[in-house]
């Protein structure tokens, strides 16, 4: 499955280096992440009425992160996906290896249900009695509807990777910047 994944774009890898430690970088990382649980059901339920700055939200450890991005009133992004990653110290640098992954197995159910019911409406339309021989030119426009309800979600999804990919860089970045510029 995950290569799948992999080559429909829905799963990436990132790679950066930046110039700090380890500890200082965890510890920036910590102040600018709120700590939440990003993998329940309910985890983002009321997550846009947080008032909190912070853009991502997650769990930091010395041995990794597993971060997504924040929901936020007005957001055309779907904060779906998810970076995981890990870093590793060099002499005068850190490393920082991940992995951003768009899918959700909870799209598992929309897709089983929305294919299930294309699969029930289109059989109906074929196999059902049909007296007007016009009744088939709605089967183009079914079929067109379908192809919008499968493929807006997985755009959404694959954009949201790639996002996530730029705005990772950009904000450890910028994370750095920041702590570097305050001491």
């Not at 290569?3 to 700090?20: A, G, M, Q, V, Y």
């Not at 649980?37 to 985890?43: H, L, R, V």
């Not at 957001?75 to 590793?88: K, V």
């Amino acid at each position: 499955m995950e290569n799948f994944l992999r080559k429909i774009k829905l799963i990436d890898d990132f790679s950066f280096e930046l110039r700090t430690t380890k500890h200082e970088f965890i510890s920036a990382l910590k102040s600018n992440i709120d700590e939440a649980d990003i993998d329940g059901f309910f985890s983002t339920a009321f997550e846009t009425f947080s008032s909190s700055k912070n853009l991502f939200k997650g769990k930091v450890s010395h041995s990794g992160f597993r971060i997504r991005k924040r929901k936020r009133f007005f957001d055309r992004q779907f904060a779906l996906a998810r970076a995981t990653g890990n870093y590793r110290e060099n002499t005068d640098s850190l490393l920082v290896h991940g992995t951003l992954n768009g899918w959700s197995n909870y799209m598992f159910l929309f897709f089983g249900i929305a294919a299930l019911f294309y699969l029930i409406f289109i059989s109906a339309f074929i196999f059902g009695e049909m007296d007007d021989p016009l009744s088939f030119m709605a089967l183009p426009f079914i079929l067109i509807h379908a192809a919008f309800m499968f493929g807006i979600p997985y755009f959404a999804m694959r954009s949201g990777v790639k996002k996530l990919k730029q705005d990772i860089e950009r904000e450890f970045h910028f994370i750095i910047s920041k702590s570097n510029n305050l001491k």
